[in-house]
């Protein structure tokens, strides 16, 4: 999935006072753009000084989704390390990633899946670390960085990527674009649906079904099935029973898991919007490709 049809940037910026404040910059540079260029779309900042800002441009944003059928790309311009983002750089208040994940998945369930979210905030990328199979997924698409960013070269490349998505409604063509033009471009990663589906999947199967976890799920059987598996014979015909039934166990769940994460469940008309496997040995050669 590589087009989309986003009709609004909310920017979400929260900076220390002697920090220059791009993204007001990019909210000026993007609507330049557009008036010029006669393009249907708007950036909208929210300037963050508080928690209750933080908590009012959610709302904000749930409730135009909702209301006015906005499709909105969420840009964050803030500072951050592995775990928050920081309000005025920490000083007024700090944020979980796992909060900023929750209120992305809000809103993406609210858009039936439309959601991108763009940060430019060091190591934001750590936000998908939250991604787990069972759930609708946060958003459709994401570009940020695992490593430390340059607020001025940052401006640069999001205004690089963001004038090139509005030309060509391609967000591969923009991230190409920002890779070769950009400063320090190696640092950004984006990162579509069905990548992040297959990677959360594949961590899933490397959890679920290594010897450790195929042992831990033989005693709860054992245990739940009153065998006595200090006997090492009986112990190795449970596993080996454990370990033929898992091949048919994640066949059965995988159709579930897909619907589930995409959303299909919900919105069952948006299926043909994502290039995803059918059946899981089709998704066991599929995801070889990431």
Known sequence: ?????????YILQSLACTDQKTGKELEERINTFSSKNNINFQAVLYDLHSLQDWDFAWNGIYTSISQLNIIPIIHLVMHGNEDKVGIEKGMKGLIDLHDLFEKTRKANVLSHNNIMLSMAVCKGLNVIKYITMGRPMPFCSILASQESL??????????????????????????????????EADKYKQMKSEQLFANVMQMYLDNKCNDKAIEERTKEIAKMGGFDISDPTVKDELLGAVKSLLPEENAKGYEGYVNSFFMFDKFPAIRDRFDIPKTFDEFLEWRKKF
């Open 150 to 183: 340059c607020n001025p070269v940052s401006l640069e490349n999001f205004s690089i990527y963001y004038k090139t998505l509005l030309q060509t409604g391609s967000i591969d063509k923009a991230f190409e674009c920002l890779q070769k033009h950009g400063g």
């Open 1 to 9: 999935m590589s087009h989309f049809l986003f009709n609004k940037l």
